[in-house]
T-cell receptor, first 117, second 118 residues
Framework: GAGVSQSPRYKVAKRGQDVALRCDPI?????LFWYQQALGQGPEFLTY????????KSGLPSDRFFAERPEGSVSTLKIQRTQQEDSAVYLC???????????????FGEGSWLTVV | AQKVTQAQTEISVVEKEDVTLDCVYE???????LFWYKQPPSGELVFLIR??????QNEISGRYSWNFQKSTSSFNFTITASQVVDSAVYFC???????????????FGKGTKLSVIP
């Protein structure tokens, strides 16, 4: 597609349930990012992939959060045993090159809105 | 550590008024990048501008203009003759080499919600 695509757009999970959020980056984009955006806040970095390699996962809030990008294209963010504090919008982004030095633009998807009840 | 402050939580203006959104940043790096993104109600972050720390020239794009001042660590965004379609949350963001291996990680402010009233 033309942009970053995320699914599902909306997910309501019961506390303790596992969820999986999918991201389809722009075709050919090397870099892929996941951000978490709580209500009324700015996005916060979760993790970064360059192709299939997860180079930074320092932003993942706990070991219940896991991300993968096995073939260097589609990525999945998995949250195990969801808690109410996990309620947020999860934004995926991609860019054509490495980092931001070379003038590339980071393109964001519309996000997956997760509500844990 | 890097930090971005957007002191204005919400702003309301009447259509056709000019409005300036403030952004103040903190970084210990001499090479860094500043961004503005627009987030309409649909949720997608729309890229508006990227500026590196060595380019202090102000930039104008249509009704949008940006004023980058290293002396005050500010990167303010002005919308001239605002329109209802400008209503959104606007985020200022920073990336620098201390974010990790290469400047790929964006640090965002909390955003400014702009409402343009017809």
């Amino acid at each position: 597609g033309a942009g970053v695509s995320q699914s599902p757009r909306y997910k309501v999970a019961k506390r303790g349930q596992d969820v999986a959020l999918r991201c389809d980056p722009i075709s050919g984009h090397v870099s892929l990012f996941w951000y978490q955006q709580a209500l009324g806040q700015g996005p916060e970095f979760l993790t970064y992939f360059q192709n299939e390699a997860q180079l930074d996962k320092s932003g993942l809030p706990s070991d219940r959060f896991f991300a993968e990008r096995p073939e260097g294209s589609v990525s999945t963010l998995k949250i195990q045993r969801t808690q109410q504090e996990d309620s947020a919008v999860y934004l995926c982004a991609s860019s054509s090159t490495w980092g931001t030095e070379s003038g590339n633009t980071i393109y964001f998807g519309e996000g997956s809105w997760l509500t844990v009840v | 550590a890097q930090k971005v402050t957007q002191a204005q939580t919400e702003i309301s203006v009447v259509e056709k008024e000019d409005v300036t959104l403030d952004c103040v940043y903190e970084t210990r790096d001499t090479t860094y990048y500043l961004f503005w993104y627009k987030q309409p109600p649909s949720g997608e972050l729309v890229f508006l501008i990227r500026r590196n720390s060595f380019d202090e020239q102000n930039e104008i794009s249509g009704r949008y203009s940006w004023n980058f001042q290293k002396s005050t660590s500010s990167f303010n965004f002005t919308i001239t003759a605002s329109q209802v379609v400008d209503s959104a949350v606007y985020f200022c963001a920073l990336s620098d080499s201390y974010s990790g291996a290469g400047s790929y990680q964006l640090t965002f402010g909390k955003g400014t919600k702009l409402s343009v009233i017809p």
